[in-house]
């Protein structure tokens, strides 16, 4: 089942859209014109992501201020568990994701 989030054409760099999706809280960020999907909740203490800093592909959670590759999901300067990545789909003029 197809599941959609946003428009396309609102996806530019500098996006964020929180989204709750069965529960689960979801944060679309648009990176170097990418869309990228989470879990908005950081694997460190769980802290919500959307608040967080972007330092090009790195986002900086705004809780106790450990950074995370956006493309491995890895925490950069502390030993912590990786970001939860979500596959997009597209399906039409909307980006979502398939359940
Ligand atoms: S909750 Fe995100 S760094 Fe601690």
Known sequence: MFIALERLINLQDGYRGTFQVQGRQLLLIVVDQQAIL??????????????????????????????FDLDSGRALDAACSPLLRLTLTYDGDRVGLDL
Do not use: D, M
């Not at 694997?43 to 967080?52: D, E, I, K, S, Y």
């Open 38 to 67: 989470l879990e908005n909740r950081c694997p460190h203490r769980g802290a919500p992501l959307h608040n967080g800093t972007l330092e090009g592909r790195v986002l900086r959670c705004s809780r106790h201020g450990i950074a």
